[in-house]
């Protein structure tokens, strides 16, 4: 087994804050996701994360326009500049003197410089890389071009012009200001300064088309809309500062308000409180989208200030994020939980961010994704993979259960009303071609979906509906899926039910705690079960009265259960693992000494059984050796400071003379009282504080059934760690004649079968699918009947990988299709030197692949069969309009007779 896991992407955390960026190309969106970047490619219909993590929450970004660099920036006024290109971080700068927080990002049109309004001042900076004439590139990353302190004031907003030669600054002290960045143009010596608004502005911007580029257009957060006309032209201003002599007068950039315009008088739904919350302007299409408090956005085209659309988003949370794609065809918005910026006012709290992308010409969704909120109330509770590994199930503590595709990262479906409370357990059933899965919850249900009609079928329920149980976790029979079982928090016992019939077998009783975890072994009718009453069980069901069971005692109270899927578990030998001091050490704001509360209370098997991945509250992820009870890999989930957890010390300037910790200052009492203590067991936060802290967390973890990924429930959601992305040299059966130079030898000679040998010992997925590729059809048959048996899985493996990507969908399925009828009974027999476990992943990779081509190939036909029944039709209607219009003419030739 490899432990070469790479972060892959988040599921479930599709917008936090921040601004929402375009790709050049248009067809690609960046979106801010805590201290993590999400990359949502629109025309292929897939969603992954950026291999990159800041230390704090992301506040605000800014893409260069040849897509090459981006910046981003933290709420702790911190500035990283990040390769697109290699996808790596190239620089960080923390800031100091530009304020308490970096309101905007902008590259300059050209990509000449890049500019950061900070809270007191603005930086503009020469851009890295980027030609000057006489001087060559600029190497440093942060070289100063010009410093602005505008006002007093908090600047809130920055703008270019077309040329980049102006910059407007918008500040809190209702004023705009026009300042010259470019030191050629010598006509503005001084900043020009616009005041009209009584509020504060939200944005200004330059019209920047061909009438009148110097025009600006400025909106207030109550809705006032300004129109400011320049007196003269940007080629007068030009053509002024190349030809201004001593003696002459440089020609003045004044403005004036042109019009006037208050739109909320268009908005419908309003209140008292709803206000501007976000903007963006496209000089392309002279379009400009308002968003605001209430989840309203209104799209103008200007000069006229036409209204075109008027919409609302089905939250109520505020629009904090509005962005055109560059030819203004798709609108990207943006709503997060709470307010957005530090100016907004505060509206009812929505439970979901929502991710949209509208292309408002056809008023059609181009994306549509939803996710649980930041807030602490929303988080993840539970997880399950199906068997193929081509979705993801999870549960949250608001009641929703969301199906994810694991190729495309987006959510299939949402079931939002069928839990009245939080989900505290998914799995899916065996023997239903994955289609079929069930979740137990608070609200003393178990439900049974449908993934083929997207429906609830079943709901079990305790039988006394005055005391209803409490479920907080399920296990189903592993051997033909019907029976299904559930411990409850608030009784410590354990229901059995019948799928099928929805009747209750049976109740187990015994436990003197909440029943943690339980678990079916896969090989027979018994079930294992653990407590909070520092015990597990293991019940011999189906045997009446009779139900003989087995006590384990432990030594602490017991939190989760895991049994391998060949149910080869036996008794415990020696010392077991000990894994506190593997979770690092951390301590938290408000305790007073360090490793509190650190433990596991998630683990999970690996297919074989000889790995096992365990979690809990920790910044850490560790997979240990079964056998061996080694450490084998320890991952750092996250390395977020705006969450709790992860700080290793408390700094010495938080400390006072006594050692008092100044969080647990900052918490006390008003009446000369102590500091509050948390409630015990708390695992989130504490929700009696005004400013939540999110506290890191492993809720559930869960090994991928092809092995190639694992998957856990988290604070940030769901966090994926996969081989895909991993690149690593681990070649096999190496020796000193395998090179990529004599691999492409032999291809060349058409020696297929030595290159094929060669590309697998080697173990380059390139180097496979070059030789693969290369090989000719009616070769497939003899090269495959001369590979070794050890060599078949390596190459099945390739195979399932190269299925996700390539388009030549029948001829890798030809490969396939001869390795497997060829080798079928050497395969089943398991004479594989790498085991049955590792050829049932592989097998499930493969089926997962070939599974989404059948499903993408099914839906094309199924169009196309309806197309096709459709066009004799529409033939027919022709024809029948024609022949009519054909005796009209006629009869309008007799009439002329």
């Given at each position: 087994?490899?432990?070469?896991?790479?972060?892959?992407?988040?599921?479930?955390?599709?917008?936090?804050k921040?601004?929402?960026?375009?790709?050049?190309?248009?067809?690609?969106?960046?979106?801010?996701?805590?201290?993590?970047?999400?990359?949502?490619d629109?025309?292929?219909?897939?969603?992954?994360?950026?291999?990159?993590?800041?230390?704090?929450?992301?506040?605000?970004?800014?893409?260069?326009?040849?897509a090459?660099?981006?910046?981003?920036?933290?709420e702790?006024?911190?500035?990283?500049?990040?390769?697109?290109?290699?996808?790596k971080?190239?620089?960080?700068?923390?800031?100091?003197?530009?304020?308490?927080?970096?309101?905007?990002?902008?590259?300059?049109?050209?990509?000449?410089?890049?500019?950061?309004?900070?809270?007191?001042?603005?930086?503009?900076?020469?851009?890295?890389?980027?030609?000057?004439?006489?001087?060559?590139?600029?190497?440093?990353?942060?070289?100063?071009?010009?410093?602005?302190?505008?006002?007093?004031?908090?600047?809130?907003?920055?703008?270019?012009?077309?040329?980049?030669?102006?910059?407007?600054?918008?500040?809190?002290?209702?004023?705009?200001?026009?300042?010259?960045?470019?030191?050629?143009?010598?006509?503005?010596?001084?900043?020009?300064?616009?005041?009209?608004?009584?509020?504060?502005?939200?944005?200004?911007?330059?019209a920047?088309?061909?009438?009148?580029?110097?025009?600006?257009?400025?909106?207030?957060?109550?809705?006032?809309?300004?129109?400011?006309?320049?007196?003269?032209?940007?080629?007068?201003?030009?053509?002024?500062?190349?030809?201004?002599?001593?003696?002459?007068?440089?020609?003045?950039?004044?403005?004036?308000?042109?019009?006037?315009?208050?739109?909320?008088?268009e908005?419908?739904?309003?209140?008292?409180?709803?206000?501007?919350?976000?903007?963006n302007?496209?000089?392309?299409?002279?379009?400009?989208?308002?968003?605001?408090?209430?989840?309203?956005?209104?799209?103008?085209?200007?000069?006229?200030?036409?209204?075109?659309?008027?919409?609302?988003?089905?939250?109520?949370?505020?629009?904090?994020?509005?962005?055109?794609?560059?030819?203004?065809?798709?609108?990207?918005?943006?709503?997060?939980?709470?307010?957005?910026?530090?100016?907004?006012?505060?509206?009812?709290?929505?439970?979901?961010?929502q991710?949209?992308?509208?292309?408002?010409?056809?008023?059609?969704?181009?994306?549509?994704?939803?996710?649980?909120?930041?807030?602490?109330?929303?988080?993840?509770?539970?997880?399950?993979y199906?068997?193929?590994?081509?979705?993801?199930?999870?549960?949250?503590?608001?009641?929703?259960?969301k199906?994810?595709?694991?190729?495309?990262?987006?959510?299939?479906?949402?079931?939002?009303?069928?839990?009245?409370?939080?989900?505290?357990?998914?799995?899916?059933?065996?023997?239903?071609?994955?289609?079929?899965?069930l979740?137990?919850?608070?609200?003393?249900t178990?439900?049974?979906?449908?993934?083929n009609?997207?429906?609830?079928?079943?709901?079990?329920?305790?039988?006394?509906?005055?005391?209803?149980?409490?479920?907080?976790?399920?296990?189903?029979?592993?051997?033909?899926?019907?029976?299904?079982?559930?411990?409850?928090?608030?009784?410590?016992?354990?229901?059995?039910?019948?799928?099928?019939?929805?009747?209750?077998?049976?109740?187990?009783?015994?436990?003197?705690?909440?029943v943690?975890?339980?678990?079916?072994?896969?090989?027979?009718?018994?079930?294992?079960?653990?407590?909070?009453?520092?015990?597990?069980?293991?019940?011999?069901?189906?045997?009446?009265?009779?139900?003989?069971?087995?006590?384990?005692?432990?030594?602490?109270?017991?939190?989760?259960?895991?049994?391998?899927?060949?149910?080869?578990?036996?008794?415990q030998?020696?010392?077991?693992?000990?894994?506190?001091?593997?979770?690092?050490?951390?301590?938290?704001?408000?305790?007073?000494?360090?490793?509190?509360?650190?433990?596991?209370?998630?683990?999970?098997?690996?297919?074989?059984?000889?790995?096992?991945?365990?979690?809990?509250?920790?910044?850490?992820?560790?997979?240990?050796?079964?056998?061996?009870?080694?450490?084998?890999?320890?991952?750092?989930?996250?390395?977020?400071?705006s969450?709790?957890?992860?700080?290793?010390?408390?700094?010495?300037?938080?400390?006072?003379?006594?050692?008092?910790?100044?969080?647990?200052?900052?918490?006390?009492?008003?009446?000369?009282?102590?500091?509050?203590?948390?409630?015990?067991?708390?695992?989130?936060?504490?929700?009696?504080?005004?400013?939540?802290?999110?506290?890191i967390?492993?809720?559930?973890?869960?090994?991928?059934?092809?092995?190639?990924?694992?998957?856990?429930?988290?604070?940030?959601?769901?966090?994926?760690?996969?081989?895909?992305?991993?690149?690593?040299?681990?070649?096999?059966?190496?020796?000193?004649?395998?090179?990529?130079?004599?691999?492409?030898?032999?291809?060349?000679?058409?020696?297929?079968?030595?290159?094929?040998?060669?590309?697998?010992?080697?173990?380059?997925?390139?180097?496979?699918?070059?030789?693969?590729?290369?090989?000719?059809?009616?070769?497939?048959?003899?090269?495959?009947?001369?590979?070794?048996?050890?060599?078949v899985?390596?190459?099945?493996?390739?195979?399932?990988?190269?299925?996700?990507?390539?388009?030549?969908?029948?001829?890798?399925?030809?490969?396939?299709?001869?390795?497997?009828?060829?080798?079928?009974?050497?395969?089943?027999?398991?004479?594989?030197?790498?085991?049955?476990?590792?050829?049932?992943?592989?097998?499930?990779?493969?089926?997962?692949?070939?599974?989404?081509?059948?499903?993408?190939?099914?839906?094309?036909?199924?169009?196309?069969?309806?197309?096709?029944?459709?066009?004799?039709?529409?033939?027919?209607?022709?024809?029948?309009?024609?022949?009519?219009?054909?005796?009209e003419?006629?009869?309008?030739?007799?009439?002329?007779?």
């Amino acid at each position: 087994m490899k432990f070469s896991y790479k972060f892959n992407n988040i599921l479930g955390s599709v917008y936090d804050k921040g601004n929402l960026v375009f790709f050049p190309n248009g067809t690609q969106l960046l979106s801010p996701c805590g201290n993590k970047v999400n990359i949502f490619d629109l025309i292929n219909g897939r969603g992954s994360a950026l291999p990159i993590e800041v230390q704090h929450n992301i506040t605000c970004m800014a893409l260069n326009p040849t897509a090459s660099l981006l910046l981003i920036a933290t709420e702790k006024a911190q500035l990283y500049m990040i390769s697109m290109i290699s996808e790596k971080i190239l620089h960080r700068k923390d800031y100091k003197n530009i304020g308490q927080k970096i309101y905007d990002l902008q590259f300059s049109p050209d990509g000449k410089y890049y500019a950061v309004c900070g809270t007191s001042q603005i930086n503009v900076y020469l851009t890295p890389g980027f030609a000057i004439n006489g001087k060559g590139r600029v190497l440093s990353a942060f070289k100063i071009h010009q410093i602005i302190k505008p006002t007093y004031e908090e600047s809130n907003s920055i703008a270019w012009n077309h040329s980049s030669q102006l910059l407007i600054i918008t500040s809190k002290d209702y004023s705009i200001r026009i300042y010259p960045i470019d030191k050629n143009l010598t006509t503005i010596t001084k900043p020009i300064t616009l005041t009209a608004h009584n509020d504060i502005i939200i944005g200004a911007f330059f019209a920047n088309d061909k009438l009148n580029p110097l025009n600006i257009y400025s909106i207030a957060r109550t809705g006032q809309f300004f129109t400011w006309k320049s007196e003269c032209s940007f080629n007068e201003l030009i053509s002024n500062t190349e030809s201004i002599a001593e003696d002459e007068e440089a020609i003045k950039l004044n403005y004036k308000i042109e019009k006037k315009r208050y739109i909320f008088e268009e908005l419908k739904d309003k209140d008292s409180l709803t206000r501007v919350s976000t903007y963006n302007y496209n000089c392309e299409s002279k379009l400009m989208v308002i968003g605001f408090t209430n989840g309203a956005f209104m799209l103008y085209e200007l000069p006229d200030s036409i209204l075109i659309h008027s919409l609302q988003l089905s939250t109520k949370g505020p629009l904090t994020s509005i962005s055109f794609n560059p030819n203004g065809q798709w609108i990207a918005i943006g709503s997060s939980v709470g307010t957005g910026t530090a100016h907004d006012v505060h509206t009812d709290v929505s439970t979901q961010t929502q991710l949209v992308v509208w292309e408002w010409q056809s008023e059609s969704f181009i994306l549509k994704q939803s996710g649980y909120s930041s807030s602490i109330t929303n988080s993840y509770e539970c997880i399950a993979y199906s068997p193929d590994a081509s979705l993801i199930v999870t549960g949250g503590s608001d009641g929703r259960i969301k199906v994810w595709n694991m190729h495309s990262g987006f959510c299939l479906s949402t079931f939002a009303t069928e839990h009245k409370g939080p989900v505290t357990g998914v799995e899916f059933a065996a023997g239903k071609n994955g289609k079929v899965f069930l979740s137990c919850s608070l609200d003393g249900t178990v439900k049974a979906f449908d993934l083929n009609r997207y429906r609830c079928f079943r709901t079990l329920a305790a039988p006394n509906e005055s005391k209803p149980a409490q479920f907080i976790c399920i296990a189903i029979d592993k051997i033909g899926g019907d029976f299904i079982a559930a411990g409850s928090h608030n009784f410590f016992e354990i229901f059995l039910w019948s799928l099928k019939t929805g009747r209750l077998l049976e109740i187990l009783t015994g436990h003197e705690g909440p029943v943690s975890s339980i678990k079916f072994s896969p090989s027979n009718n018994t079930l294992y079960s653990c407590s909070w009453d520092n015990t597990a069980r293991i019940w011999n069901l189906f045997e009446g009265p009779k139900c003989t069971r087995e006590i384990i005692k432990l030594g602490a109270d017991a939190l989760d259960l895991a049994i391998r899927d060949d149910g080869n578990d036996g008794e415990q030998i020696g010392v077991g693992i000990e894994g506190k001091d593997d979770l690092g050490s951390a301590r938290y704001q408000r305790d007073i000494v360090k490793d509190k509360h650190k433990h596991f209370s998630t683990i999970c098997y690996s297919a074989d059984g000889e790995f096992l991945i365990a979690g809990g509250k920790s910044k850490f992820v560790c997979i240990y050796n079964v056998k061996e009870k080694l450490l084998m890999k320890k991952f750092e989930i996250s390395h977020n400071l705006s969450l709790d957890g992860f700080q290793d010390f408390i700094s010495k300037r938080k400390i006072k003379e006594f050692d008092f910790n100044l969080e647990l200052v900052k918490h006390r009492e008003t009446n000369d009282g102590m500091a509050p203590i948390a409630l015990p067991g708390v695992m989130k936060s504490d929700y009696a504080d005004r400013e939540l802290t999110p506290i890191i967390s492993v809720y559930q973890i869960r090994f991928s059934p092809t092995m190639r990924a694992f998957s856990f429930v988290s604070t940030e959601g769901v966090l994926i760690y996969s081989l895909d992305k991993a690149n690593i040299f681990d070649p096999f059966e190496l020796d000193t004649s395998v090179t990529p130079i004599a691999m492409r030898r032999n291809l060349q000679m058409e020696n297929y079968a030595e290159a094929l040998m060669q590309s697998i010992k080697l173990n380059d997925k390139n180097f496979v699918r070059e030789v693969v590729e290369s090989t000719p059809i009616n070769q497939i048959n003899l090269i495959a009947s001369t590979l070794p048996i050890n060599y078949v899985e390596k190459l099945l493996q390739q195979m399932a990988h190269a299925l996700e990507t390539t388009t030549h969908i029948e001829f890798y399925m030809k490969w396939v299709t001869t390795l497997l009828s060829l080798h079928c009974t050497n395969l089943k027999a398991n004479i594989i030197g790498s085991g049955a476990d590792s050829l049932s992943s592989t097998l499930r990779h493969l089926q997962q692949a070939i599974t989404r081509h059948y499903n993408d190939l099914a839906n094309i036909c199924e169009h196309n069969k309806y197309t096709l029944r459709f066009v004799p039709l529409l033939a027919k209607h022709s024809t029948s309009q024609t022949n009519v219009n054909d005796d009209e003419m006629l009869v309008d030739d007799e009439e002329i007779d």
